[in-house]
């Protein structure tokens, strides 16, 4: 039985009694009829028939005629020797066993020749010897009771003993399924049974004994084929394979997403086909909405079929197809694809039909992500922007909603988390240049031509003075004067109640955590801004202070009072930063006590397990008092003040001055930069901060996938020279025809670059060592600095203001950025944003990821990644690396075949336990080279 869409899932009770048990309740005429109806009912797929010490081939064939929809495995419960009291075990056979000669068997074998105080059914057993060596010569598989669950191995033989630890190791190792009473066992086996015995297949199951009243605590759901091969599977694969509960999250996220899984494809010639004689497809292919490995050898038309699907998808992608292009396909003038309709049914049993001709899809929204051989490539070989916006789309994803504010991408997110950094750092820009302003005119007057300019004019001010002094107006006396914000239904009323209750609390805690992270950057971007205005103001202040005692004012020299209420709102975040943390804690919470969501998870749980801003004389005079003023004037002019440029007092104290202070403020000044670049830098690392912030829930992501690799996948924030054409820009600033640090073209560019070499940007001493070194030109010749840096304000700037460094937010592999890897290691950088991290969940389908990777890494990182997508998305990938199909365990193997003569592709689907479908694995993938070790009991053919 070989079903094409390969393994599913469905319900499976493994431990049925019938009334062929001695000691069935029920054993009237309709008691078959009453176990089929009741198994309809429940929806129950498979059985295992395991009546006490006999199998019964009559009933067991009865049954079948009455379900021959339901598959009905032989079985039998036996006792053993092992344990206290009596340690029960169950053998389950094939379902295309001959029943007579298994009955026969059983009967001459274990009943008459095998079996120990066979007098009564309360006291018949068998050794456990025995009861494994009849299960292996018939092919059968053994289950034992354990956990909770009564004449269990964990109840019947204890670990207080080594003897009795070594005797349940040895009953272990022969076991192919442990079935547990109560659901709490699972974690209880994770935890302490499989550390020291092989991971075995966990089931729970009815042990139903009258089919008047069946019941099961949980639902035993299994993926696979409803035969004993599928059965067989789980024992491969115990967690992928088996499920116990009311639903597995797989079967449920396909259920509930039937528009992002793909049902059905199908292919077929139109009407009216131009090339009559060639047939190249007419099938129609189920999908399964796990894991769908396309495989075939070379040119059998795997990637014709992954391009099929990307086109029915509609994917961006399509121009990379390597099929379904206009040199191969659709090459005229035969045009092949225009006789083609394709086909696609969605899981919502939405069908749309295109021509394999068709380019235009009138959409750019996508049904799919779809991965060619040739896009991974080009992604691989050079990365670019549609990889990078990929990483910050899953970035982005992995942010909590209450943290993004009202960003609605990761480029927002940064933008809002890091604008009072920005805000700090325009505000530390402005005083930088300014110091640099102050800094140029100081260094002007350090030159000696401005010293003797000053000197110069000092001596020929006070000759000046001398002779205006002698050519005072002569006295003329005066005239005389002229007039002139149930048990069962109670327990279910109060778990929903609960349940209600913790959704409705926890989504206001999340609003007020959403609204509180809203605030919080609002008022931290307003306190940014006070804090700007307070530096203004105390600056203001101190320029007051000195202009009041400068100029001698009779004013009140208190300063400014400034009144915000910055402490108000500091407070203010304050209390919200506890309400946040109240809040997170409310949600989240501790080591010692359960948050809103344990709870709420808990409480499902328990729902689930219930429900499983004049005259002559005069005029003489009057010229003389004119000429008098005038030559006052004159005189006051040519003395002027210490501001009056060009007079006798100002070039007096500009002489003074450079004297007596002017070294010492010019460094000074300097020194005075430094610290404000320090302060600059500081900002600047603080946006590592935040990015660290942004990418750690990715970072968790990555670490639960791909656990302590040496070489594992992981982030890098740090500081950086980011302008790559910083060399050219400096040197453009700078006249390399004079002599010193950068004369000479090339050799100016050689010292540059060795700076910029031997300067560690992510250390602010270095850094700043860099500007000095890179100023020497300046200090190094003050006289001829303006011709040899002719804008020495832009270059300053340039240099202090720190925007050619910044935080380079990376991936790495290891230790090396991702541009530094080969372009199969880029290729699973890719992939596992593509695969594991991407919460998308429409179909992906990948051409051939693990070209160009070694075995090593396909296992231990692609396949990681792989088994992660299927559990969120429907996955199709084409291979031939054995690693993806088998230890991915694909639910369904598609292999594809191409008649060279006719040109007919084909592809036979199914189940990677169907006999068929498994030899085409091991023909196709492996050919005769033996399987991986690992898996090598999925390899094994009868």
């Not at 021509?355 to 050079?382: H, R």
């Amino acid at each position: 039985m070989n079903n094409l869409r390969g393994s599913e899932w469905h319900k499976w009770d493994l431990h049925i009694h019938t009334a062929s048990s001695y000691d069935s309740p029920y054993r009237g005429d309709d008691a078959d009829e009453l176990l089929c109806a009741t198994l309809h009912d429940n929806n129950i797929s498979a059985i295992a028939i395991t009546d006490h010490f006999k199998i019964d081939a009559d009933r067991i064939s009865h049954l079948r005629s009455l379900a021959p929809d339901i598959v009905f495995f032989p079985g039998v419960e036996l006792r053993t020797d092992k344990g206290a009291d009596n340690l029960h075990l169950i053998i389950i056979f094939s379902n295309e066993i001959n029943l007579s000669t298994l009955s026969m068997d059983f009967e001459a074998i274990m009943l008459r020749t095998n079996a120990k105080s066979n007098s009564s059914p309360e006291t018949i057993y068998w050794t456990f010897e025995d009861i494994v060596s009849f299960a292996k010569s018939h092919d059968g598989l053994i289950t034992i009771h354990a956990g909770k669950k009564t004449n269990g191995i964990d109840k019947e033989i204890s670990n207080a003993l080594p003897v009795k630890e070594a005797i349940k190791a040895d009953i272990a190792e022969n076991i192919d399924f442990f079935e547990i009473g109560k659901k709490t066992d699972i974690n209880d086996y994770y935890k302490w049974v499989f550390k020291e015995v092989e991971e075995k297949p966990l089931i729970m199951c009815s042990d139903c004994h009258d089919p008047r009243k069946y019941t099961s605590k949980e639902n035993l759901w299994i993926k696979a084929n409803l035969t004993f091969e599928g059965l067989k599977q789980c024992r491969y694969q115990p967690t992928e394979r088996v499920y116990i509960g009311s639903i597995p999250p797989a079967l449920d996220r396909a259920n509930k997403n039937g528009k992002s899984n793909i049902q059905r494809i199908s292919v077929h010639k139109n009407e009216n086909p131009k090339n009559v004689d060639i047939n190249w497809f007419d099938f129609e292919l189920p999908l399964n909405s796990g894991l769908v490995a396309i495989i075939g050898n070379k040119g059998s038309g795997k990637s014709a079929l992954s391009d099929i699907i990307g086109h029915l998808c509609k994917c961006n992608t399509m121009e990379n197809a390597s099929f379904l292009n206009e040199t191969r396909f659709r090459k005229p003038p035969k045009n092949f694809a225009e006789d083609y309709i394709a086909t696609i049914q969605w899981g919502d049993s939405h069908v749309e039909s295109i021509s394999l001709s068709e380019s235009n899809y009138n959409t750019t929204i996508e049904d799919a992500q779809y991965l060619p051989q040739k896009y991974i490539e080009e992604v691989c070989n050079d990365i670019g922007n549609e990889f990078q916006r990929e990483i910050d789309r899953v970035i982005f994803s992995y942010v909590d909603r209450t943290e993004r504010g009202t960003a609605t991408n990761l480029e927002e997110l940064v933008f809002n988390k890091s604008k009072a950094i920005s805000l700090s750092m325009q505000k530390l820009n402005i005083e930088i240049n300014d110091i640099n302003d102050t800094l140029i005119k100081l260094e002007e007057k350090k030159t000696s031509q401005y010293r003797i300019h000053i000197s110069d004019s000092l001596k020929k001010l006070k000759d000046t003075l001398e002779r205006h002094e002698n050519t005072k107006p002569q006295e003329i006396k005066k005239p005389e004067p002229n007039d002139g914000k149930s048990d069962y239904q109670d327990k279910l009323k109060t778990l929903n109640s609960s349940i209600e209750n913790l959704e409705t609390k926890i989504e206001e805690y999340r609003n007020n955590l959403t609204q509180i992270n809203i605030v919080i950057d609002e008022a931290n971007q307003l306190i940014a801004k006070l804090d700007l205005l307070e530096s203004n103001v105390k600056e203001t202040e101190l320029l007051l202070k000195d202009f009041i005692k400068k100029y001698s004012l009779d004013v009140d020299e208190s300063g400014i009072t400034l009144v915000t209420p910055k402490e108000t709102i500091q407070q203010y975040i304050l209390k919200l930063s506890n309400d946040k943390i109240v809040f997170q804690k409310s949600l989240n919470g501790s080591d010692t006590e359960d948050g809103l969501l344990d709870k709420l998870e808990k409480e499902k749980e328990k729902k689930n397990l219930l429900i499983s801003t004049t005259d002559s004389e005069e005029k003489q005079y009057q010229k003389y008092l004119s000429d008098l003023d005038e030559w006052e004037k004159q005189r006051k002019i040519i003395i002027g003040t210490k501001t009056t440029e060009d007079t006798l007092t100002y070039f007096q104290n500009e002489a003074d001055y450079i004297k007596n202070e002017l070294d010492s403020i010019y460094e000074g000044t300097k020194s005075r930069r430094d610290e404000k670049i320090r302060e600059l830098y500081l900002q600047k690392s603080n946006l590592v901060s935040v990015y660290h912030e942004i990418y750690a829930p990715v970072e968790v992501e990555i670490k639960k996938l791909l656990g302590e690799l040496e070489e594992s996948i992981e982030f890098a924030a740090e500081i950086q020279l980011e302008q790559s054409d910083f060399a050219e820009t400096a040197l453009s600033l700078i006249n390399q025809k004079y002599a010193g640090l950068f004369k000479g073209k090339s050799e100016a560019y050689n010292k540059m670059n060795q700076l910029l070499r031997r300067t560690e940007f992510d250390n602010v001493d270095s850094v700043i060592d860099f500007i000095h070194d890179v100023l020497v030109v300046v200090d190094e010749d003050l006289d001829n600095s303006t011709k040899k840096v002719p804008d020495k304000k832009t270059l300053y700037n340039l240099l202090c203001c720190l925007n050619y460094i910044g935080v380079s937010f990376k991936l790495k592999m290891g230790e090396r950025d991702l541009e530094e890897l080969s372009p199969g290691e880029r290729g699973i950088v890719l992939l596992v944003f593509y695969l594991a991290l991407s919460q998308n969940n429409i179909p992906i389908i990948i051409d051939q990821p693990e070209d160009n990777l070694d075995n090593q890494s396909v296992y231990s990182k692609l396949v990681p990644c792989i088994c992660e997508a299927k559990k969120k998305r429907q996955v199709i990938i084409v291979s031939h690396n054995p690693n993806i199909a088998i230890a991915c365990d694909a639910e369904q193997i598609v292999y594809c075949h191409m008649d060279k003569n006719t040109h007919t592709i084909t592809y036979e689907a199914g189940a990677i336990e169907n006999s068929i479908v498994k030899g085409h694995v091991v023909d196709v993938l492996e050919g005769t080279m033996p399987a991986f070790n690992l898996r090598q009991k999925k390899y094994t053919q009868k």
